[in-house]
């Protein structure tokens, strides 16, 4: 893969994959990617959950219209939103960044005014809104970096956010699932998708510049 730009255009939301395993190596780099990803504030307000058992992942697919890339795929990735998004981890995010940086919490006082000022401004469903919002500055980060692995990764909002959160009992960890990604390898033979055309809208759809 000779280029960033090349492995976007390689990539795609592969519709069948072939079972075949992801590398530890590999899984263990693209997961990297969603902890390095940026996020406001810093507060990376979610948690990225691996499946990888074929029993929970079947169960999971009852739950997600029934997409073969919840089964065939190698692991599952479920990103979660922390929900309720507290002031409480505002004063962790401080106490951690003092003690990564070996500084006084008191000097990062403003700081924790500013994010806690601003969280107070949300109601609990615009905070998880915007941790969601987060959370999908991951999802992008970690879709580029399988694509750099070559490995597929293929990005779902399908499923029943409810039953997915019973089924992994994520209310119970102050989560709650927001979206999928099925790391694996496109199956050439039963994928209708591969090899068709990639579509987007003209560039200058997308990209405007104003001078
Ligand atoms: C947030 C998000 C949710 C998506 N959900 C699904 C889904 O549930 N099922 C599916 O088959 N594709 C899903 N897709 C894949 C998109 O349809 C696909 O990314 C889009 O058509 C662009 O094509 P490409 O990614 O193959 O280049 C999703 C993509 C994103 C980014």
Known sequence: MSSFYDALNWRYAAKRMNGHTVPADKVARILDAAHLAPSSFGLQPYTVLV??????????????ADQPQVTECSHLLVFATWDPVEEAHVDEL????????????AELSGYRDMIKGTLQQRTPEQRVEWAARQAYIGLGTVLSAA?????????????DPVALDAVLGLRDRGLHGVVLVALGYRDTETDWLAGLKKVRWPRERTILSIS
């Open 51 to 64: 499946v990888d058992d074929p029993a929970l992942q079947a169960t999971i697919r009852e739950k997600a």
């Open 94 to 105: 401080i106490e951690r960044i003092a003690t990564e940086r070996d500084v006084d919490p």
């Open 147 to 159: 694509a750099l692995e070559q490995v597929d990764a293929s990005p779902m909002e399908g499923f």
